[in-house]
């Protein structure tokens, strides 16, 4: 009788200790599947050696999940929440626990982006770097000759310099670093424009081709007028004849430009000045982008030596001057009307 007993109260704590196993299980697979208490995408770095106790309890000091004595075991019943890298990841709403964690190992760190438009100058990009999240600024105190010295490049001045392009960076990233990567990116877009670039171009080096590129790009912004605009400055050059582009005039500017061109300064002198200056100007104005570079490379063959904006969004080109006056009237016209 008494070993029936005692066989009885051993099946009772079995069954006892086996539900309590199963509860634990059931209460640790609810403890990971629960969302994270977040209302919005939020980063979360991994610190170097980080493990996955000190990534729960930095968890719960932010509020993104409650303090539970499940959370001992879920690396046990789930070995692979133990499993993290270090970077900086975001995190989702909706996110479980385990979803979280999977981000965590993923090694799929956040990235942001930034934007460099074709046609901007180093003053914006510098404007743009400031301000841009998550990149550590180390060049708001620097000149550009001092940034230019930095990026190895032996000029004084960085216009025109560096690729417009989208840029992807990690949290952490410097400026720097990214200069770095758009430096070498005009390296090779400029070097495969040269290598490719028309016979008896009148550009002796890639530097002019470079600043040619500049005046294209902030000439139009049309996408089938470049190796025209690209001709009528070659054809010019070829010539002996000035530039003559507005462009240039306002770079040369400055600070002193408000919206308007007028006669006294076209004929203001200053290195930029192509209505006063023989051939190109010293530097470039602008960051043009591969498609302004290859057409300085590859301008189309023409008899143009003249353009002037349509009034719709273009330009027209010209063979003489008395073409190109009547274009001028054309756009007045057209202006007019508007």
């Known amino acids: 009788m008494l070993k029936k007993r005692l066989l009885g109260g051993v099946s009772v704590m079995m069954a006892l200790v086996l539900l309590a196993a199963a509860v634990a299980v059931w209460q640790t697979k609810a403890f990971v599947a629960t969302p994270l208490s977040i209302q919005s995408p939020q980063l ?114 960085l216009e025109g310099l560096l690729l417009p392009e989208t840029y992807a960076y990690d949290v952490a990233d410097t400026d720097i670093e990214l200069l770095q990567r758009a430096a070498h990116a005009m390296d090779v877009a400029l070097e495969k424009a040269w290598q490719q670039r028309a016979d008896d171009l009148p550009i002796k080096t890639p530097y002019e081709l470079l600043i040619l590129a500049s005046i294209i790009e902030k000439e139009t912004a049309v996408a089938s007028e470049r190796t025209k605009v690209a001709s009528v400055f070659v054809n010019r050059l070829r010539k002996g004849m000035r530039l003559q582009t507005d462009p240039t005039v306002i770079y040369g500017m400055g600070a002193d430009y408000d919206g308007n061109i007028r006669k006294r300064d076209l004929r203001t002198p200053t290195p930029y000045n192509t209505y006063v200056i023989n051939g190109l100007p010293p530097t470039p104005i602008a960051m043009p982008g591969k498609a302004a570079i290859m057409a300085a490379a590859q301008p189309a063959q023409t008899d143009y030596y003249y353009f002037v904006a349509s009034g719709k969004g273009g330009h027209q080109f010209s063979t003489t001057l008395a073409e190109h006056n009547r274009a001028v009237r054309d756009y007045l016209k057209v202006l007019k009307n508007q």
Do not use: C, M
């Not at 970077?87 to 979280?100: E, I, M, R």
């Open 44 to 157: 979360f770095t991994v610190s170097v050696g980080a493990h996955y106790h000190r990534v729960i309890r930095q968890f719960e000091d932010k509020g993104w999940v409650a303090s539970s004595v499940w959370a001992k075991l879920a690396p046990r019943l789930y070995p692979e929440l133990t499993r993290v890298q270090a970077g900086t990841f975001q995190l989702q709403p909706g996110q479980t626990l385990a979803q979280a964690f999977t981000t965590l190992r993923s090694g799929q760190q956040y990235q942001a982006a930034i934007t460099f438009v074709e046609g901007s100058t180093f003053a914006q990009w510098r404007a743009q770097l400031q301000s841009a999240p998550h990149l550590d600024n180390t060049l708001e105190e620097l000149t550009e000759a001092a940034i230019a010295d930095k990026l190895g490049i032996a000029r004084d001045k």
